[in-house]
């Protein structure tokens, strides 16, 4: 079955640490990808999303990803994280001409001032 | 220009009974998409409307229906409600059915008691 992995639940980082978040995801093939991020008490928001061309990808607020056709990643990262990224992340997956837009379980990152 | 509304906010129904949850889709959006969100996991897809039609739908059973309005408005129904069926329900618009940047509520929160 078609599916995304979030390989971690809770990450906690201090100011100015990098991060790098994984999102693994099953079947080949053609693939939109996205990262949305929800900050507490907030809705989900799109950071960034991949469906063709470079397969480094800029979003907002400084994250960047980067999708591997070879290894079915889009990891997510950002050089250094600030106490405002705390938040849980979402990686999703589109395949090909399906809309069902599958989300991993999600990643809490806390960030410590 | 407002984002993506749902209504209500929170909700608590019994075992047995039926829900309406209801969702006005952000301005110029014409595909509306439902999610459902078990704590301490990502969304799952439900079902897509688009053009007041169900154009996709998720592993969900019958008991979970829904509608689009012509304004783009829609509703999820769901009936014979179950204990499992506590859950954020999210809805998500977008101006084309592949997603390509979806905007998400704030969701309604069911409890099932």
């Known amino acids: 079955a078609q599916s995304v992995s979030q390989h971690n639940h809770h990450v906690i980082l201090s100011e100015a640490a990098s991060l790098e978040l994984g999102c693994n995801y099953s079947?080949?093939?053609?693939?939109?990808l996205f990262w949305y991020v929800q900050y507490p008490g907030q809705h989900l928001q799109l950071l960034l999303k991949?469906?063709?061309?470079?397969?480094l990808v800029k979003g907002i607020k400084g994250f960047e990803a980067e999708f591997i056709k070879s290894k079915f990643s889009f990891n997510l990262r950002k050089p250094s994280v600030q106490w405002s990224d705390t938040a849980e992340y979402f990686c999703a997956v589109n395949w090909g001409n399906n809309n069902d837009m599958r989300f991993g379980a999600g990643t809490r990152l806390t960030v410590k001032p | 220009d407002a984002g993506v509304t749902q209504s209500p906010t929170h909700l608590i129904k019994t075992r047995g009974q039926q829900v309406t949850l209801r969702c006005s889709p952000k301005s110029g959006h014409d595909t509306v998409c439902w999610y459902q969100q078990a704590l301490g996991q990502g969304p799952q897809f439900i079902f897509q409307?688009?053009?007041?039609?169900?154009?996709q739908r998720g592993n969900f059973p019958d008991r979970f229906s829904g509608h689009q309005f012509p304004n783009y408005s829609s509703e999820l129904n769901v009936n014979a409600l179950l204990l499992g069926d506590s859950a954020l329900y999210l809805c998500?618009?977008?101006?084309?059915?592949?997603?390509?940047?979806?905007?998400f509520g704030q969701g309604t929160r069911l409890t099932v008691v």
């Open positions: 991949y469906f063709s061309g470079d397969p």
């Open positions: 998500a618009s977008s101006l084309d059915r592949m997603n390509t940047e979806a905007f």
């Open positions: 079947y080949g093939g053609t693939v939109n």
């Open positions: 409307y688009y053009e007041e039609e169900e154009r």
